[in-house]
């Protein structure tokens, strides 16, 4: 079963406007990470908050964690042409207190930045 | 580095057939793992490994077995290929299964007539 839900599906916005994507879970985590696929390519790692973190920063990449509401949320800033990809949020759950790797993927939310 | 390497880039094959999907990485890692994601859909974990000779199922496991001798390698093989496994198979490495990030290869594209 897919733990994360994101949301919007697609996303389409101009060069330089800000991008906010979400993502719901269901289970207690460890962490939570994002993730950037370019078409036909891998998957890039982006960020990884742990579950006692609230926000993280990374260049032009924003993400918040809600642990209360099981929500996260992705902002990329003054957004470029090359953001255009699908992303996605990852859950890694909290089996008893360990990790063990093990990411639930959402269905991601495609990006595309009309320059 | 060159980081998760995964052969072959494209396969083809018939219903019944079995092969084997290589995977790779140079980075030392302690895990490794299998994924298929499938047109709209985010990435489905088949089997995963935490250490060499270590190995546990995933998400959708049946008709996949798994390996893992050596740090480096981790083949997923299909045992008798059917047109649900057509997919696109990603191999992840991480330093460790404690809540690392992952390293993804760039995929195998497999189409099962």
């Known amino acids: 079963s897919q733990q994360g839900e994101e949301d919007p599906q697609a996303l389409s916005i101009q060069e330089g406007e800000n991008a906010t994507m979400n993502c719901s879970y269901k289970t207690s985590i460890n962490n939570l990470q994002w993730y950037r696929q370019n078409s036909g390519r891998g998957l890039v790692h982006l960020i990884l908050i742990r579950s006692n973190e609230r926000e993280k920063h990374s260049g032009r990449l924003r993400v918040t964690l809600d642990t209360s509401k099981k929500s996260s949320s992705l902002l990329i800033t003054a957004s470029r042409a090359a953001d255009t990809a699908s992303y996605f949020c990852a859950t890694d759950a909290n089996a008893g207190g360990t990790s063990y790797g093990k990411l639930t993927f959402g269905q991601g939310t495609i990006l595309t930045v009309h320059p | 580095n060159a980081g998760v390497t995964q052969t072959p880039k494209f396969q083809v094959l018939k219903t019944g057939q079995s092969m084997t999907l290589q995977c790779a990485q140079d980075?030392?890692?302690?895990?490794m793992s299998w994924y298929r994601q499938d047109p709209g859909m985010g990435l489905r974990l088949i089997h995963y490994?935490?250490?060499?000779?270590?190995?546990d199922q995933g998400e959708v496991p049946n008709g996949y077995n798994v390996s893992r001798s050596t740090t480096e390698d981790f083949p997923l093989r299909l045992l008798s290929a059917a047109p649900s496994q057509t997919s696109v198979y990603f191999c992840?490495?991480?330093?460790?299964?404690?809540?690392?990030?992952?390293?993804f290869g760039p995929g195998t594209r497999l189409t099962v007539l």
């Open positions: 992840a490495s991480s330093y460790s299964y404690r809540g690392y990030e992952q390293f």
């Open positions: 490994s935490v250490g060499a000779g270590i190995t």
């Open positions: 980075m030392n890692h302690e895990y």
